[in-house]
């Protein structure tokens, strides 16, 4: 097993996932926002750690599995004899958009955390994502990464992802995240996050407060319209290419797992990070919405394999 030099944090979540229109028979895939990116990375040849606490049930026992078998470095992993954590997933309506139902009391997630408090030696970058690493104890040590991060010259990553069921009430959840893009230096947010964050607010009038705040760059997930980064000089576009919708669960995790590891490739974490040109990050656009796409052709989140980026 290779050290990670990406540093992972959020929630693993077993997803149930409807294999008829009716809903009357289900799957248990592996799931979760910072699962699935690590997942991403690894498969696009970045070397991710994945932090979090895991289950010794059945399904935890998947996760750890999968974690190995892609090389995921799993040494900050803690044990917990709580079940997993699940989402069910309602049947699907025709743009293939999944309606989740999180079921996180009483589990390994709802356990104190176990992230580290300090970036690891060797680690350039951390990538935080979702409500794991915006609310609860995991939320509260992904806060203190983060910042333990900038203060050692490692980059961040934020995927906002909002489940609104797992976040306190709007204002209060609006507070947690504005404080952690305020840490991050790539931020990503989906159309429909920014939507719940700030009802009828334009994305021209939120990007530059959060760049404000610290952020480098803003990446702005658009669904079939592609993807939009938002950074010094004008936005960079990147079209979705059309394909046949199985599902869209994990689209934006690959997503910004693709653009992380095109820039690590180009060894544009961590201190190198400001040496990144418009023609790498257009690259890592491209990649980005390239992978997301084909995620969406099969069911539950499963980037493709490509290595090369």
Not at 64 to 88: K, M, N
Not at 208 to 229: H, Q
Not at 258 to 271: E, K, P, Q, S, T
Request: hydrophobic content about 45%; proline content about 7%; some cysteine.
């Amino acid at each position: 097993m290779r050290p990670g030099e990406i540093l992972v944090v959020g929630e693993a979540i077993g997803d149930f996932i409807p294999r008829d229109p009716e809903g009357l028979r289900y799957e248990a895939v592996l799931g979760g926002s910072a699962f699935n990116a690590a997942l991403a990375l690894a498969r696009f040849g970045a070397r991710p750690a994945y932090a979090g606490t895991l289950s010794t049930d059945a399904l935890g026992r998947r996760f750890r599995a999968a974690l190995a078998a892609e090389g995921i470095d799993r040494r900050f992993i803690q044990d917990s004899a709580r079940p997993t954590a699940v989402a069910i997933v309602s049947p699907l309506g025709p743009d293939g958009t999944p309606e989740f139902a999180l079921h996180l009391d009483g589990t390994a997630h709802a356990e104190a955390a176990c992230t580290p408090r300090a970036m690891p030696q060797g680690v350039v970058h951390l990538h935080a994502s979702s409500f794991g690493a915006t609310t609860g104890p995991s939320g509260e040590a992904a806060a203190s990464l983060a910042a333990s991060a900038r203060a050692a010259g490692a980059t961040v990553s934020y995927d906002i992802n909002i489940r609104a069921a797992a976040l306190p009430g709007r204002e209060r959840a609006r507070d947690l995240i504005e404080a952690r893009i305020g840490l991050a230096d790539i931020v990503k947010a989906s159309l429909d996050d920014l939507a719940w964050l700030y009802p009828g607010e334009p994305v021209d009038a939120v990007v530059p407060r959060w760049r404000g705040w610290g952020a480098s760059l803003v990446l702005i997930t658009r669904g079939a319209d592609g993807a939009t980064c938002h950074g010094p000089g004008a936005p960079l576009t990147a079209a979705a290419a059309p394909v046949a919708v199985s599902d869209t669960i994990g689209a934006g995790d690959t997503f910004i797992g693709g653009f992380v590891a095109v820039l690590a490739a180009r060894g544009l974490l961590g201190r190198g990070f400001a040496g990144a040109g418009r023609d790498d990050l257009q690259a890592a656009l491209d990649f980005a919405c390239a992978v997301a796409a084909d995620s969406c052709t099969r069911p539950g989140c499963d980037p493709p394999r490509r290595i090369a980026v």
